[in-house]
Each structure stands twice: as C-alpha cells, then as structure tokens.
C-alpha cells in the first residue's frame, strides 16, 4: 500500500490539490485503486456548495487522474515525469460526493502508444457508481 509520501514519490501533486490518500493496488503501467477520504476541511466545501457541500466534478475526475498517473509514471521509464490531461472522454456523474465519503477510484490502463497512455476511470462512494469516463495523459 502507498501512502500520501510514496504518492508524492511519484506524482508531483502537493496539498492542497493531491487528491489521493492512498494506493491499495497497483500494477505499474496496468492499473491502480487508489482512495480519497472526503473531509469536511476540504478547500471547497465552503463555497460548493454552502450548506449543501458537493465534490465539485471536475475535482473527481482529477482525482480519478492522479490515481492512473501514479499507475503510469511508476513505470521505470516514467519515473519523474509528469501526466497531463491529454483528453477527457464520456464522463458521467451517477451520485454526489459529500464530506464524509470515502471515494475509491479504479483506472485501468487500456493502451499506451509513446508518450500518450488512455484509460478507463471509475470513482465508487461504497459500491455506488459515483463516476466514470475515459482519461488520456500525455507523459512529459
């Protein structure tokens, strides 16, 4: 398992935007599980939405992200580089996330070509479906 240091050893992301606790699976350039407590403390939750607090969608999918770059860049070869967005695909949002959730993110690595990975990403609050949809990162 990876915590949020092993995380950092391998992505660049830092508070307040590293939106993955921990790693409880992973098989390098295949896949990763990664988890995401939902804090009342979150930056956002006091202005999305007020009295009403939702994880904003665009950070899930981020979330989502963080979780295939760690699968990709633990690669040997990918070691200190970093994964943008190169695309984001039929995304959908099944359930809200609220403070107090614990979100597991699932991405699978579908293909790589070079420097472009693309993947199959879902988010789950418990066993519902809270989000899913394709990534593609571009390696630098």
Known sequence: MLDRDAIMAIIPHRDPFLLVDRVDEL???ESATGWLAVTEDAFWVPGH?????????VLIVEAMAQVGAVALLSLDENRGKIAFFGGIDRVRFKRQVRPGDELRMEVTVTKRRGPIGFGEARAFVGEELACSGELMFAIQ
Not at 49 to 57: I, K, L, R, T, Y
């Open 27 to 29: 098989r390098p350039g």
């Open 49 to 57: 939405f007020p009295e009403h607090a939702v994880m904003p969608g």
